[in-house]
């Protein structure tokens, strides 16, 4: 659904193929030979992070996605402090 979202809002099918290559990279490495992902959440004291909370920063994240065609000679600089990137 996530890759399908930023897809629709993008509209290049080169990005969709990157996309689908990093998806069966993933279920090969994850599903097949048996790396972990890192799922535990938490607030900076310590605190868990419940489902309900990270599914509510993943729509918050969603409605204000911003997807940039990139041309030869573009930068981009991120403030790691006001910004989710990834």
Known sequence: AELWYA???LNDIRFLIRCII????AIIKY??????????MSFGD???I???????VR??????MV????EKGDIMCID???TSHG
């Open 7 to 9: 897809f629709t809002r």
């Open 22 to 25: 990093m998806w069966i990279i």
């Open 31 to 40: 599903g097949l030979l048996g790396y972990k992902m890192a799922l535990n």
């Open 46 to 48: 310590g605190t868990p």
């Open 50 to 56: 419940s489902l309900r909370e990270m599914n509510l």
């Open 59 to 64: 729509k918050v994240i969603h409605d204000n």
């Open 67 to 70: 997807f940039n065609t990139w």
């Open 80 to 82: 790691n402090f006001s």
